[in-house]
């Protein structure tokens, strides 16, 4: 957005001046003039500063669910885990017991 108290007309005179010639004077003022056009206000500033922290709080949140996602998955697996050397040792106990009857360790 143009700063509304930039006077080009001003400008240029006292670049001419200053011994600027007047085309380069003309110049250099529409330079400024379109690089004054590019900047952004503080509205604009702060309307993009606030959609960006809404996208950051978002993520903040999907993070926060994945994190409990993931220990419920973590918890599930170690039950499983347990479960298999638990179901693994009854198995071996039986067999062993099994053997012992036989006489086949001694």
Known sequence: MTDPAFDTLGA???LKTAGIEAEQADAIVVVMRESANQLV???QLD???AKLQAQIE???GRI???RIEMRADIMRSQLIVVTIVIAANAL???VMGI???QGAIL
Do not use: I, P, V, Y
């Open 58 to 60: 978002g993520l903040s």
């Open 99 to 101: 053997l012992l009857d």
């Open 41 to 43: 206000t503080e509205e």
């Open 64 to 66: 926060d669910t994945l």
């Open 12 to 14: 240029a005179r006292k």
């Open 47 to 49: 309307a993009g500063l």
């Open 92 to 94: 071996m106990k039986t």
